[in-house]
């Protein structure tokens, strides 16, 4: 009990006593600086890879709803807006596989494909129109992990082997087809990517590269991308399995001359963590990463286990101010089974689903930093503070506190008068509700920060 609890309880008058706590909950003042611009945001994103999408359309509708909602609203939900979809390369799609749009070989890599389309893709492809249509998701990255076996070196989409040189050719034609499904069904692919964890062999589809082998098929993608009218689309690469395999790839494709052609520098968190900038001109994405062996945890804040959702605020808030990304993706949006793997754990039934609060830390940047925002400068405080001017003009600004103690602040933004203001919370008993902000005579934005919890404000203003 503290003492002011102790004062009202036994009706004394609070006088005196209850200086320590005013001076305890004095707002610490937090300053945003307009002038200090650092990277252009793309957003927050999910895939649902592997046939995970399929889990979320066998749900009852009801589910459906409230699952896709809880993905892709920006008003209840994560409100993600960028989407990664899985770019199949299997000769079967048993078991969790992606399978190919060219299930045989045409023969030579100037023979003439036959593509196949089964007008699913392993549920990605309704998934996406309905975030499209339904939700506004206007940024779709299609990913193949690996070309099909045919046109590699081991003759097997699994098992790693890479891209056979001379069929750099037809797996860009292979790309820019799987590219037009879409495309005639209202789905803008916005990005592609060719490879996934090019430095690891995986029993999966999977498909080795080093730098110059990236950069030769680059420059063969590319120009096919431009004649196709897809001049749009940009090339993601390399999906590495950490940070620092990103930029030793990235630096092969540097030094034979594709850098121009390519849009965005992506890489997992696995084996190296998003720690410091990577030495590039173009956006970073931090695009896969997840606790692949903890016990399903559904807490914000238990231990500061990998799993909680205050880790993964702190996860992206990390990877946004120390490693300059401009977009952070979560792996898996479902799955079935006990690791906390995916966002929302569907149950072995298939019929129902449990939320973790990884969502929320999402949720929190996802919601208010839009793409196009661009982070600018914050100070003050002890709390892990990003701020972004968002396109329309109005001011995100993500506070997290990761101590015990509640605090408030008061935001004052340099040259910039809020006029209306909106705050929400996530810790371990709120989902994002909103919570009161106080404009002030100052044209300051203040609110409270309960221990371990984060508040997300969207102010608007001139
Ligand atoms: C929120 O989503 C709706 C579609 O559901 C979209 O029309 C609107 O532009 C989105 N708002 C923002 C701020 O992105
Ligand atoms: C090229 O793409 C644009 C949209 O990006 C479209 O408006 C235009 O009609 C396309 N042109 C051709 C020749 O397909
Ligand atoms: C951050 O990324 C941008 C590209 O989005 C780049 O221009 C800038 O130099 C990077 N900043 C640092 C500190 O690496
Ligand atoms: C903000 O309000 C103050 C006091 O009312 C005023 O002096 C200042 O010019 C305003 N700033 C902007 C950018 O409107």
């Known amino acids: 009990m503290n003492l002011l609890q102790l ?143 045919f046109m590699k070196s081991n003759g097997n989409d699994a098992n790693g082997g890479t891209l056979s040189s001379s069929w750099n050719q037809a797996f860009a034609n292979y790309l820019i087809q799987y ?67 990103a930029q030793s790839i990235y630096s092969g494709i540097k030094s034979s001359g594709a850098d121009s052609m390519i849009s965005v520098v992506s890489s997992h968190e696995y084996s190296s963590r998003a720690s410091s900038s990577l030495s590039t001109t173009h956006h970073s994405w931090s695009s896969e990463y997840a606790d692949l062996n903890g016990g399903w945890t559904t807490a914000w804040y238990s231990s500061g286990g990998v799993g909680e959702g205050l880790t993964w605020a702190n996860n992206i808030y990390t990877a946004i101010v120390n490693a300059n990304v401009s977009a952070y993706i979560a792996w898996e949006g479902v799955q079935g089974g006990s690791t906390n793997e995916k966002l929302i754990q569907i149950n072995s039934a298939g019929n129902d689903f449990q939320v973790s609060k990884r969502l929320w830390a999402f949720a929190q940047y996802s919601r208010t930093v839009l793409p196009g925002a661009v982070r600018v400068g914050t100070s003050g405080g002890s709390f892990k503070t990003t701020a972004f001017k968002n396109v329309d003009g109005s001011i995100a600004v993500n506070v997290i506190n990761t101590g015990t103690s509640a605090a408030s602040v008061t935001i004052a933004i340099t040259g910039f008068n809020a006029t209306a203001a909106n705050a929400w919370i996530t810790d371990s008993t709120h989902d994002m509700p909103t919570q009161v902000a106080i404009i002030g005579t100052d044209g300051s934005v203040s609110g409270a920060i309960p221990a371990r919890a984060m508040v997300s404000f969207l102010i608007n203003g001139a």
Request: proline share 6%; hydrophobic share 35%; net charge neutral.
């Open 7 to 149: 004062c009202v309880a036994s009706m004394l008058p609070v006088v005196g006593l209850a200086t320590p706590q005013l001076e305890k909950r004095q707002a610490t003042k937090i300053t945003v600086d307009l002038t200090k611009k650092y990277q252009t945001m793309d957003g927050f994103g999910v895939s649902l890879a592997f046939q995970r999408a399929n889990l979320i359309l066998a749900l009852p509708t009801d589910k459906q709803r409230a699952v896709m909602d809880l993905l892709f609203s920006n008003t209840t939900g994560a409100g993600f807006t960028i989407l990664r979809n899985g770019l199949g390369s299997s000769p079967d799609s048993s078991s969790d596989h992606m399978n190919t749009i060219e299930p045989k070989s045409p023969g030579s890599p100037t023979g003439t494909p036959v593509y196949v389309w089964d007008g699913k893709d392993s549920g990605q492809f309704s998934i996406s129109q309905q975030a499209a249509s339904v939700y506004g998701v206007k940024q779709f990255y299609a990913n193949a992990w690996s070309a099909p076996g």
């Open 179 to 245: 590219i037009g499904y879409y495309l005639n069904a209202g789905v803008p692919v916005t990005y592609i990517g060719f490879l996934n964890e090019p430095d690891y062999s995986a029993s999966y589809a999977s498909m080795l590269s080093n730098g110059q082998q990236a950069a030769s098929f680059i420059k063969v993608l590319r120009p096919s991308l431009d004649a196709a009218n897809l001049t749009s689309v940009g090339i993601v690469c390399c999906e590495s399995t950490g940070w620092s395999q």
